[in-house]
């Protein structure tokens, strides 16, 4: 089982930059394929972006070029960085990895 715990959603201007971070505890973090997903109000939950074990990614396409996840298996954290941020960006950001999720954090965009 692993406890996923994300952080770093906020308020930002369009056009800026936001980083997520999740951290993993409670299973051998390094084995395990992670993903972020958002859920924007009355829409469904959808994969924005996963990197398996050995850090290999993929990206939605809506979010190519300009979201990156990445990993840290020391830390036991897995990030998002989502740079020029549009009014169609905000929602709930979700960590997901090993079947389990996080709680989610909120990220919201001001034009």
């Known amino acids: 089982q692993v406890q996923l715990v994300e952080s770093g959603g906020g308020l930002v201007q369009a056009g800026e930059s936001l980083t997520l971070s999740c951290v993993a505890s409670g299973s051998i973090f390094s084995i395990h394929h992670m993903g972020w997903y958002r859920q924007a109000p009355g829409k469904q939950r959808e994969l924005v972006a996963a990197?398996?074990?050995?850090?290999?990614?993929a990206d939605a396409d809506s979010v190519e070029g300009q979201f990156t996840i990445s990993r840290d298996n020391a830390n036991k954290t897995v990030y998002l960085e989502m740079n020029s941020l549009k009014p169609e960006d905000p929602a709930v950001y979700y960590c997901w990895g090993n079947g389990c999720w996080g709680h989610g954090t909120q990220a919201t965009v001001s034009s």
């Open positions: 990197i398996t074990s050995v850090g290999s990614t």
